[in-house]
């Protein structure tokens, strides 16, 4: 009798509970998690960008698409903080002042070192003196570092480079040092990995497909252009024919 009533509560008891409050909780975790995805993401956007107005759409992102949001979010946030990035500044600025004076003679190639002011090996002038100062200044120097004194002048065309300009000559200044890293075979870096290689190949057949169509294209207009020359040439002849005619 004992254990019959036992069971019999049991059931009861599994029977009374409300299965309702399960779904609470899991709502009510829901919605908490998704906050803390709201707060994370406004605050990682913060550290990558100080652009309200594209943190806002990072925001709006994961209001309303939530977890596939976020991953759309990671995909297209800027890949480094603002913070990387003004370190990686400060020490490029850092490299280039230290390595200042680590060029190569223009004249035979022979590695320069700290101080020198002409080449050890042609004699080849690389630094002169401040006519005001006295103090030594690189060759090509415009304006004295140490007086202000104008040293030589300054061609109009330097000062102000377009942008595409500036863009041009930084695309050609990273196509070179990737060019002679992976012809000398230096171990700068790891060359890409198979993703790398694969997203190089994909863009490079697609560059190739976008230049045969772009010539075949060009190649019927050009068709296009001489069948109407033609016509009208064609027309012409017509009409003088016809002039002829009623002349006749
Ligand atoms: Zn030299
Ligand atoms: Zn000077």
Redesign the pocket.
Known sequence: MNLENFVLGFFDFVGGIDFNIFGTLLFVLLIVFWLVLIGWVWIDSGERTSNISIRIIYLLLVVFLNIPGLIIYLIIRPSETIEQIYWADLERRYLKYETSELGDCSKCGNQLLPGYVYCSNCGNEIKKK?P????M?GKSTKF?A????QVASRSTQEEYPTIEVMEQQILATREEATETVESKRLKYKQSGGFVVKLGGMIISSWKRLFDIVSEKLEKNQEEKVEQKQQEVVESNTKKKKKKKRKKK
């Open positions: 401040c005001s100062c006295g103090v200044i004295c140490y007086c202000g004194t």
